[in-house]
């Protein structure tokens, strides 16, 4: 690169424009970058998608042979492995049940804060206990060592999304008396909690929709061993022999995570800017982003259910359950409704992956 | 990271020089195999089950106590292998908590107490907590030693109590001068001679009730950990540094910087005529100082022989004399 | 599970603690002896090695032997922060961190690094350090980083109970002696051959690839019992790449494990646990540390092709052959 040093000389001529290669470019300017691609008609991604366009994903279940669930979710070049393991909670002789069956009624922050931060959640939360693990060497950017800002948010925006979807139903993680089945209410001796911890191998963006369906399939692929309690020993044995499916809410919620990236427009005649949504941004992206939109949207196949060749948009009866947006830019109404759309596709394909990935033999 | 010592670079040099000589010259004029003096004392804390003090000129001076106390099994009637690997507990502590105390504060140096460089040195960084690598190794060497694999003894038998009881040993290694790279010897030298003088109260109640077990409180009755007239014995872990051809028992901090190789050796002694056993073999960390750049990097198989081997002929005398004295100390008490 | 304040930077279990679940089985069905497998013993398991597979970092490796599934990245060689308590390294300082994932083993494991991960971390390091040219390196720090996600050990059966006629046994299992070095033996040999790839995979210059290997002695179970031990001990089978489970009828006796140079013919890192007699001088562990070493040749044959697939990979992609300066010279040191 010919870099020249000027005397700062008035009245000479405008010096010659730098130039740079792309991938210079690239590294020292951001936020151009990534404009200029955008102003492209139509536009592209620096990283070739379009912006509606999300990456492709692989999913695994049940790899791991210590897990009671687990699902490797690999989306471009964000990578993560999610394991759950069930562990006994038993109830002493004092305790009221009660505690745990809540489901911790509106999960406020404040309320959810003190819940799962706190001493250790009594509620119905606490017995669903998400993690997510960013320091193992998965990206340049993230310092090992104990969880940062971005690891503590994302735990915690599992935790609250696995609460107000009620993901889990409760009744597979009761452990009974077994010694009096036939009663008419059997006692409830313990409780399974749920401990799912989600490893990011490889980081580069939207590390919250990876982790969210690698939880939702990891939990679908779990097993739990029969367990119940045994009164000669005075604690809660699990049968080697029989096992059970953990059972979750009959429609499965996805997110789809969109990055919006300010791009300048001159809409009449005044020049302003205008947010794009970009679909699944990678890491690139999401540090030019001024703000992230996370939808959680449960969608119903219908009829279609089973062969995702036919699939139309049109058909899939999407329920928006959740759209967070932190604030910081505008979005028009439409944007939304485009995003709903977006997001739909999204969980069909989620679910489409996931039904494939059930049905293949172990 | 290796030890640090105050030694520069050219001096460094010229102990590696010194050491690589056919016969090789050591600064405190040993003879390769030849062991510093130790001043050793057992028995001597009286709250203890067990206790020894040793010190070492230069590699410092170190006391062991040994608490047993009465734990009844994590379960109701039985104990699966996971919870019995808990009824030993070995910590290791620096005095003043300098070093050892603050994992941060020895720069590199890495938390907890680093064996020469076995543990806890160059591989943890500063933020871990704890007791860094020199308890792991001694309660490996604990477990796997005496008897060991194979044989069916094991330590954790002589624990057993009852039925649902069991002892729990806390074995403290407090290290009287700040360093954060003691010599194995003196660690696991103290606490040998610490096990050899442990004695637990005898059961008085039977052994097959699950009630809190009774003791009687005569200790003229009280049944030794390890027995004194029979095998196994406690094992005891001896360093053995490299340096060139020559090979160097019970190395001094110094010698460990200019060392190209260095293994930490621990053994059992298996009979009467003082021939041990090896019951663990680890790679130590060492300077590399004095050498030159692209010499050796690894331990060749006939070095590792020639290591093993010194070690082999010395010890079993070291542990023995260790042993004969722990038992004078003990019976003139 | 103790009491201990919550860590606040994590969701926490509830208050009342969690106990791992265990099994009850019943005597007459038995122990369900895991399989045995048909491999002769003198050959490792197949190796599944592959590196370059995370983008955002220097260099990375994934490994996977039967269970044992690791995943490694290399970050760096960077330089060290410029603060007034970082003190002048002449060499470039290697950090090495070993972490199970909480669900890789038997017994979830906890976030922070217990005394047996900073124990194969710092076992890592010693094999890896040596090989490694820091003096190309000052003032820089390389960090090797493994996690696990998943490893062999001994399944439920640690957690189970067996009931006899109403009362609860406790047998000695026959892995219970000497099983975690087996199990961490694996672990660590997989580590270093892993994390050899990696920093091959990152372009930091090395002496010599180091590859891991393992081998395990075992006597007959019959002749320990019946007779002395010295009798056993002349009949002894090795293992290369120990499963958990001992052949049918066999007890082990001793565990090698050895980071090992093949191009110098140098063990960088040795790991020997268990009884190893001296009868005759230093034979009985020279066999224990051949076998080993045989063992980690048969995993640097796969880690050259690794390493080659990787520089063809580079080639194709680029049309250059300038990274291929280091592992070209990986090439003609198969051992």
């Known amino acids: 690169m010919p870099t020249l040093i000027r005397q700062p000389n008035s009245g000479e001529r405008q010096p010659p424009p730098l130039t740079f290669s792309t991938s210079l470019f690239r590294q020292i300017s951001p936020a151009l970058y990534l404009q200029r691609h955008l102003l492209n008609n139509p536009p592209t991604r620096p990283n070739g998608r379009n912006p509606s366009q999300c990456r492709d994903f692989t999913l695994t279940t049940n790899s791991l042979s210590h897990a009671h669930g687990s699902a490797v979710v690999r989306s471009g070049d964000t990578a993560v492995v999610c394991g759950i393991r069930g562990e006994i909670l038993t109830i002493a002789p004092g305790d009221d049940p009660s505690r745990f069956e809540s489901y911790n009624g509106s999960p406020t922050s404040a309320i959810h804060a003190c819940g799962s931060r706190g001493a250790g959640g009594a509620s119905w939360g606490g017995l669903v206990v998400p993690n997510v693990e960013l320091s193992t060497g998965c990206s340049k950017k993230y310092p090992l060592g104990p969880p940062g800002g971005l690891a503590q948010t994302l735990s915690d925006q599992l935790h609250e999304l696995v609460n107000v979807t009620k993901l889990v139903s409760l009744d597979s993680l009761r452990i009974y008396d077994g010694d009096n089945d036939t009663t008419s209410k059997m006692k409830i001796k313990g409780y399974w909690s749920l401990y799912i911890d989600v490893l990011c191998i490889s980081l580069d963006g939207n590390i919250l929709d990876a982790a969210w369906y690698a939880i939702v399939a990891a939990l679908k692929s779990s097993k739990l061993p029969f367990a119940s309690w045994n009164q000669i020993e005075e604690r809660v044995f699990c049968d080697p022999s029989r096992y059970h499916p953990i059972s979750l809410r009959q429609s499965l919620p996805f997110t789809t995570t969109f990055a919006l990236v300010p791009v300048p427009a001159s809409a009449g005649g005044e020049v302003g800017e205008v947010a794009l949504l970009l679909n699944d941004p990678d890491s690139y992206e999401e540090d030019e982003a001024c703000e992230i939109l996370t939808i959680l949207s449960t969608t119903d196949l219908g009829t279609a259910q089973g062969d995702f060749s036919q699939l139309s948009l049109g058909k899939l009866r999407t329920r928006v359950e959740k759209i967070e947006k932190r604030g910081g830019w505008k979005l028009g109404i439409s944007q939304i409704e485009d995003c709903t759309q977006l997001a739909a596709s999204k969980a069909a394909r989620y679910i489409h992956t996931l039904a494939k990935e059930q049905l293949t033999p172990m | 990271m290796p030890p640090p010592t105050p030694l520069s670079p050219p001096e460094l040099s010229y102990l590696y020089t010194s050491l690589s000589l056919t016969p090789p010259i050591r600064l405190d004029l040993r003879q390769p195999s030849q062991f510093r003096p130790i001043i050793a004392e057992c028995s001597f804390l009286p709250h203890c089950n067990g206790s020894s003090r040793i010190c070492m000129t230069e590699a410092g001076e170190c006391i062991v106590g040994i608490k047993a106390e009465v734990e009844k099994d994590a379960t109701t009637k039985y104990a699966t292998v996971i919870e019995r690997e808990k009824w030993i507990e070995v910590s290791v502590e620096v005095a003043g908590g300098g070093v050892a105390g603050a994992g941060s504060g020895s720069g590199g140096g890495g938390g907890g107490v680093g064996i020469g460089g076995i543990s806890g040195a160059g591989g943890a960084t500063g933020r871990d907590e704890g007791d860094g690598g020199a308890a792991v190794w001694l309660k490996e060497g604990l477990l796997a030693g005496g008897g060991g694999a194979g044989a069916g003894w094991s330590i954790l038998d002589r624990l057993v109590i009852s039925s649902g009881w069991h002892w729990k040993l806390y074995i403290d290694v407090l290290l009287l001068t700040p360093t954060s790279h003691p010599s194995p010897l003196l660690l696991s030298t103290a606490v040998n001679m610490a096990l050899s003088s442990t004695y637990l109260p005898k059961l008085t109640s039977p052994h097959d009730i699950d009630d809190i077990p009774t003791f009687s409180d005569d200790w003229a009755i009280s049944t030794p950990l390890y027995e004194p007239t029979s095998f196994p014995k406690p094992p005891i872990s001896l360093p053995v540094v490299a340096v060139g051809d020559n090979v160097f028992l019970d190395p001094s901090v110094a010698e460990v910087a200019a060392a190209e190789a260095g293994l930490v050796i621990t053994l059992s002694l298996v009979d009467e005529e003082g021939s041990c056993d090896v019951v663990g073999v680890r790679s130590m960390e060492v300077g590399r100082a004095g050498g030159k750049e692209g010499e050796r990097k690894g331990i060749g198989r006939k070095l590792l022989r020639e290591m093993v081997g010194a070690c082999v002929k010395e010890a079993g005398e070291v542990i023995k004399g260790l042993g004969e004295t722990t038992q004078k100390q003990m019976f003139r008490a | ?335």
Not at chain 3, 54 to 69: D, N, Q, R, Y
Not at chain 3, 159 to 167: F, R, S
Request: net charge neutral; glycine share 8%.
């Open chain 3, 1 to 335: 599970m103790a009491a201990k304040a919550p860590d606040r930077r994590r969701n926490n279990p509830p208050s009342h603690g969690t106990t791992p679940p265990v099994f009850l089985s019943s005597a007459s069905s038995g122990a369900v002896k895991p399989k045995q497998s048909s491999r002769p013993p003198n050959e490792i398991r197949k190796i599944f090695l592959r590196t370059g597979l995370i983008s955002s970092v220097t260099g990375s490796s994934f490994l996977e032997i039967a269970p044992l599934k690791l995943s490694i990245s290399v970050l760096g060689p960077r330089p060290l922060p410029r603060t007034s308590s970082t003190p002048f390294a002449a060499q470039a300082i290697l950090t090495t961190e070993v972490k199970f994932a909480p669900f890789a083993s038997t017994v979830r494991r906890g976030y922070v690094r217990d005394s047996s991960e900073r124990d194969l971390g710092s076992r890592l390091y010693q094999a890896l350090v040596g090989a490694i040219r820091r003096e190309l390196y000052p003032k820089s720090r390389i960090e090797v980083v493994v996690t696990i996600l998943d490893s062999e050990d001994e399944g439920d059966d640690v957690n189970t109970v067996y009931m006899e006629e109403g009362k609860t046994t406790v047998e000695t299992k026959f892995w219970d002696a000497g099983r975690s070095e087996r199990a961490l033996g694996v672990v660590l040999a997989g580590c270093i051959t892993a994390a050899s790839a990696a920093l091959a995979d990152a372009g930091i210059e090395m002496f010599d690839l180091v590859s891991g290997g393992v081998a395990t002695s075992f006597v007959d179970e019959v002749g320990l019992k019946g007779k002395g031990v010295g009798d056993a001990v002349s009949n002894k089978l090795y293992v290369r790449d120990p499963a958990i489970a001992p052949p049918e009828g066999k007890v082990p006796l001793a565990t090698c494990v050895l980071g090992y140079m093949a191009a110098r013919d140098e063990i960088s890192e040795l790991w020997i646990s268990g009884k190893v007699g001296t009868k005759n001088g230093t034979a009985e562990m020279d066999e224990l540390v051949d076998e080993a070493i045989a063992a980690a040749r048969s995993a640097r044959g796969v880690l050259n092709e690794a390493a080659k697939e990787r520089v063809q990979f580079i080639v194709d992609k680029t049309g250059t052959t300038e990274p291929l300066k280091e592992e070209s010279t990986d090439v003609q040191m198969t051992g």
